[in-house]
């Protein structure tokens, strides 16, 4: 039997924000009463639509057969379907664009990622993630990937209808209005419409908490690359010599650690430490194990004012770390 394809289809992909935008493009669409299926496949995996938010339990690691587990159950009568191409493996690119056919491809962010598959730098994320962008696809570039004009120039090559959205939001969240709202306007949907006040929120977004000690983190944890991070920081308007730098490590991103060494080497900070997976080379930097809430809320307590990076997988949700 074939499986039923809503009329509306869009899939996200970039490197930075792809769960962000799928969560606001869901939104916008559900507030215009528009019955639409998403799949989320961020720090916790799941599925919203009209019953709500379904989070999917894996008894194995994350595979690209998971997209196509929920393309075949999604209700006959959805008149949208969301997704992003969540996919590591270069060889794999061009199966998400391949089972969905999406209307619009919508292309968040390009920054350096998954190096130890794609290939240093930002040229080896845009050489990978082309191949999951069908030939004569309409895309939708976020501010950061608009500025790239190798991704310009080699999506005009595949024959792709580019869209742009050239000003970015000091805002985060009103980033995300503009690419959900331009997303309904180019499939022929009023945008202006749209309304977000039932966004589902990730809960490693990054914010400031406190914890019960007293102690203050920031919790930047999805940020993933030291450009995001460094931004996040400034933006807090904290002095270095007063912040403890915490990163997460996890030893099947080899390459994130070694991104962010430069910054965190960087004299000023008042410590730095690394938690999650063991590194086993001389760092300079301690190692302290932090999964439990209760550990990471002490350790907060005791340095006052921490600055969270790196990894998300492995740490205690920051709602935990602040009741503890």
Same mark, same amino acid.
């Given at each position: 039997?074939?499986r039923?394809?809503?009329?509306?289809?869009i &899939? +996200?992909?970039? =490197?930075?924000g792809?769960?962000?935008?799928?969560? /606001?493009i869901?939104a916008?669409? @559900?507030?215009?009463?528009?019955?639409?299926?998403?799949?989320?496949?961020?720090?916790?995996p799941?599925?919203?639509?009209?019953?709500?938010?379904?989070?999917i339990?894996?008894?194995?690691?994350?595979?690209i057969s998971?997209?196509l587990w929920?393309?075949?159950?999604?209700?006959t009568?959805?008149?949208?379907?969301?997704?992003?191409?969540?996919?590591?493996?270069?060889?794999l690119?061009?199966?998400?664009?391949?089972?969905?056919e999406?209307? &619009? +491809?919508?292309? =968040?962010s390009?920054?350096?990622?998954?190096?130890? /598959?794609w290939g240093?730098?930002? @040229?080896?994320?845009?050489?990978?993630?082309?191949?999951?962008?069908?030939?004569?696809s309409?895309v939708?570039?976020?501010?950061?990937?608009s500025?790239?004009?190798?991704?310009?120039?080699?999506?005009?090559?595949?024959?792709?209808?580019?869209?742009?959205?050239?000003?970015?939001?000091?805002?985060?969240?009103?980033?995300?209005?503009?690419?959900?709202?331009k997303?309904?306007?180019?499939?022929?949907?009023?945008?202006?419409?749209a309304?977000?006040?039932?966004?589902?929120?990730?809960?490693?977004?990054?914010?400031?908490?406190s914890t019960?000690g007293?102690?203050t983190?920031?919790?930047?944890?999805?940020?993933?690359?030291?450009?995001t991070a460094r931004?996040?920081?400034?933006?807090?308007?904290?002095?270095?010599?007063?912040?403890?730098l915490?990163?997460?490590?996890?030893?099947?991103r080899?390459?994130?650690l070694?991104?962010?060494?430069?910054?965190?080497?960087?004299?000023?900070?008042?410590?730095?430490?690394?938690?999650?997976d063991?590194?086993?080379?001389?760092?300079?930097?301690?190692?302290?194990?932090?999964?439990?809430?209760?550990l990471?809320?002490?350790l907060?307590?005791?340095?006052n004012?921490?600055?969270?990076?790196?990894?998300?997988?492995?740490?205690?949700?920051?709602s935990?770390?602040?009741?503890?």
């Amino acid at each position: 039997m074939k499986r039923w394809k809503p009329p509306l289809r869009i &899939l +996200v992909t970039g =490197t930075r924000g792809k769960s962000t935008a799928v969560r /606001y493009i869901y939104a916008a669409l @559900a507030s215009i009463g528009i019955s639409c299926s998403a799949r989320l496949t961020g720090t916790i995996p799941a599925i919203l639509d009209q019953s709500g938010k379904r989070t999917i339990s894996r008894s194995s690691p994350a595979h690209i057969s998971e997209m196509l587990w929920w393309l075949r159950n999604i209700p006959t009568g959805t008149e949208a379907a969301v997704a992003e191409n969540s996919t590591v493996s270069p060889e794999l690119q061009p199966l998400p664009c391949l089972w969905l056919e999406p209307d &619009l +491809v919508v292309w =968040t962010s390009l920054l350096p990622d998954h190096e130890e /598959y794609w290939g240093p730098g930002i @040229a080896g994320a845009r050489k990978t993630l082309l191949k999951g962008v069908a030939k004569g696809s309409r895309v939708l570039l976020g501010p950061q990937a608009s500025s790239d004009m190798d991704l310009v120039s080699n999506l005009g090559e595949k024959e792709c209808i580019l869209f742009w959205i050239h000003d970015k939001q000091a805002d985060f969240h009103l980033q995300y209005e503009t690419i959900a709202r331009k997303s309904l306007e180019i499939l022929g949907i009023p945008g202006e419409k749209a309304d977000f006040g039932e966004v589902d929120r990730d809960p490693h977004d990054f914010r400031s908490l406190s914890t019960r000690g007293g102690g203050t983190i920031a919790w930047a944890f999805s940020s993933n690359d030291p450009a995001t991070a460094r931004i996040l920081f400034t933006s807090l308007n904290w002095e270095k010599e007063r912040t403890t730098l915490l990163f997460n490590h996890r030893k099947d991103r080899p390459s994130r650690l070694a991104s962010h060494i430069p910054w965190m080497k960087n004299q000023g900070w008042k410590r730095v430490i690394v938690t999650g997976d063991r590194f086993f080379y001389p760092l300079g930097f301690d190692h302290v194990p932090l999964g439990d809430p209760r550990l990471m809320a002490g350790l907060v307590s005791e340095e006052n004012q921490v600055f969270g990076c790196g990894n998300v997988r492995g740490l205690p949700l920051p709602s935990e770390v602040e009741r503890s």
